[in-house]
T-cell receptor
Framework: LAKTTQPISMDSYEGQEVNITCSHNNIATNDYITWYQQFPSQGPRFIIQGYKTKVTNEVASLFIPADRKSSTLSLPRVSLSDTAVYYCLVGGGYGGATNKLIFGTGTLLAVQP | GAVVSQHPSRVICKSGTSVKIECRSLDFQATTMFWYRQFPKQSLMLMATSNEGSKATYEQGVEKDKFLINHASLTLSTLTVTSAHPEDSSFYIC?????????????FGPGTRLTVT
């Protein structure tokens, strides 16, 4: 399973755009890239998933370069309630060897007023 | 859609007793369910993969006789912590896998806080 590397923590201010980058050099052909958000004492919440190029939904954008060895989660205009741990995971591609996901350390995003 | 529930949300039990945690996919049939454990200020650790109608696959270092998993249907998986000890106190989280397009999407339950006294 591809290992992911992301910053341990990031700080931001309300209203700013936040970009969190994740490295996954050993990503396999069948692997998708998925980002989750987790608040303390809660289960992770699905944010966005992509395979290549750019994906956008109502809460975030995901940028994936052509080589797919990294990805960037973009959160527009963060608020205090976006303070959480963000996890980048790779895997889950249909037809791949397995659909299990292995969590890395995650990035603790702290949003200040 | 894609809601996963867990019951109970928190449980306190005495050392030596067994505790059962339920995981349900409420509005979809899950091809696979997963069980994770999370200690304070740490990431989620995958314990086992649960497939309906077959034996669970445990990750290295996880005792299958201590953490019994039963996947009775496409919407229900249970984790039983047998002969619980204080070191088993943790946050247990399940997830259910749904095929969407060409990929699996995993949706997580709210977690169960287990405290063993």
């Amino acid at each position: 399973l591809a290992k992911t590397t992301q910053p341990i923590s990031m700080d931001s201010y309300e209203g700013q755009e936040v970009n969190i980058t994740c490295s996954h050099n050993n990503i396999a052909t069948n692997d998708y890239i998925t980002w989750y958000q987790q608040f303390p004492s809660q289960g992770p919440r699905f944010i966005i998933q992509g395979y290549k190029t750019k994906v956008t939904n109502e809460v975030a954008s995901l940028f994936i370069p052509a080589d797919r060895k990294s990805s960037t989660l973009s959160l527009p205009r963060v608020s205090l309630s976006d303070t959480a741990v963000y996890y980048c995971l790779v895997g889950g591609g249909y037809g791949g060897a397995t659909n299990k996901l292995i969590f890395g350390t995650g990035t603790l995003l702290a949003v200040q007023p | 859609g894609a809601v996963v529930s867990q019951h109970p949300s928190r449980v306190i039990c005495k050392s030596g007793t067994s505790v059962k945690i339920e995981c349900r996919s409420l509005d979809f049939q899950a091809t696979t369910m997963f069980w994770y454990r999370q200690f304070p200020k740490q990431s989620l650790m995958l314990m086992a993969t649960s497939n309906e109608g077959s034996k669970a696959t445990y990750e290295q270092g996880v005792e299958k006789d201590k953490f019994l998993i039963n996947h009775a249907s496409l919407t229900l998986s249970t984790l039983t912590v047998t002969s619980a000890h204080p070191e088993d106190s943790s946050f247990y989280i399940c997830s259910a896998s749904l095929i969407q397009g060409g990929s699996y999407e995993q949706y997580f339950g709210p977690g169960t806080r287990l405290t063993v006294t």
